[in-house]
Every structure is written in C-alpha cells, then in structure tokens.
C-alpha cells in the first residue's frame, strides 16, 4: 500500500467536519456492547445505518437471537480471521459494514473497511473484499496510529476526507 495522502495531514483532515448525528449515537453506545461482549438487534441496525443507510435493512432479517450470539467471537475471540469473518455470516453484514462493528466495539484498533480510505492509502476498489486484503489494511493502519496521540477512529476520518475532497472516483 502506497499512501496517496500526506502523514503529516493526517490531523488536518481528521479535524474536518465529519461527525453526524448517527456517529455520536454509535460510539455512545461503545460502553454498552463493550460491557455485554454483544449487541442488540436495535444496536446492530442503528450501526449499520451509520455505515450505509441504503444497506442497514438488510440487518433486520437476523434474528435477535443470531444478532445476540453472532458479534460474541469477534469480541471473543484471538483469531484474526474469525474477528472479520464470523459477522460476515449475518445477513446484510458485508466486510465493510463487519468492519464497523470491530472498529468501533473491539478493544483492539480495526480501520473501517470502505472504498474512500482504501483509496487514500493507494488501494483501488477491489471487485471482492479478501481476508488478505483486511489484514494488510489493518496492519497498515495500526502502523500509521502507532505514535502517541494517534487513534484509529482520526485516521479514519481522515482518510475518508482526505479522498473525499482529492476528488477520487470512490
């Protein structure tokens, strides 16, 4: 990954106007799901509308109980792959919107996974989401907030601004 955005502008960017209405509301609900080790189907739904409105839907086919028992291995679990891949067995819980739910609720930084911040570190939207893909891209990022006063959820944002204001075709 070669980034097309500057380190440097890193806090620059991260400071745009970004934070919505849903974006407070989700990390509010941080405390919550990190002191249960799971969530709600309203918690889940609520996350993926702040992720993609025109997707979040999807979400309500689960059943509480499946929303219930799912997001417990990635909060639980060491292995890399079972983190991202075991939400993905929820319905409409594609690898981005998966990504929202460990980067906002594990312990651990996670990256969001979406097409913007891909781009600003040199990735092309890719036709398919691959295990090797996400973890290059996280280990990339948790190099990049590697320093003191770096977090995951600035790089975030400032990725996503960085490539919204360049212009990219993300």
């Given amino acids: 990954m070669e980034r097309r955005s500057p380190i440097r502008g890193i806090p620059r960017w991260a400071a745009q106007?970004?934070?919505?209405?849903?974006?407070?509301d989700?990390?509010?609900?941080?405390?919550?799901?990190?002191?249960?080790?799971q969530?709600?189907?309203?918690?889940l739904h609520l996350m993926a509308r702040w992720k993609s409105e025109r997707s979040a839907p999807r979400v309500l086919h689960n059943s509480e109980s499946d929303i219930w028992e799912v997001p417990?291995?990635?909060l639980s679990t060491d292995?890399?792959?079972?983190?991202?891949?075991?939400l993905t067995i929820l319905y409409g819980l594609s690898w981005p919107t998966a990504s929202v739910v460990l980067h906002l609720?594990?312990?651990?930084?996670?990256?969001l996974l979406d097409v913007r911040a891909l781009w600003s570190v040199g990735?092309?939207?890719?036709?398919k989401y691959t295990f090797d893909l996400w973890?290059?891209?996280?280990?990339?990022?948790?190099?990049?907030?590697?320093?003191?006063?770096?977090?995951?959820?600035?790089?975030d944002r400032a990725l996503w601004q960085y490539s919204a204001h360049q212009g990219s075709s993300a």
Avoid: N, W
């Fill in 123 to 127: 990735v092309d939207a890719p036709s």
């Fill in 26 to 37: 989700v990390l509010e609900l941080r405390p919550q799901v990190l002191g249960a080790g």
């Fill in 79 to 86: 292995d890399e792959r079972a983190r991202i891949e075991s």
């Fill in 135 to 155: 973890s290059q891209y996280v280990t990339y990022c948790r190099k990049l907030v590697d320093r003191p006063g770096a977090q995951m959820r600035g790089l």
């Fill in 72 to 74: 417990r291995t990635p």
């Fill in 17 to 24: 106007d970004f934070a919505g209405p849903r974006e407070v």
């Fill in 39 to 43: 969530m709600t189907r309203s918690q």
């Fill in 105 to 111: 609720y594990h312990r651990d930084p996670y990256p």
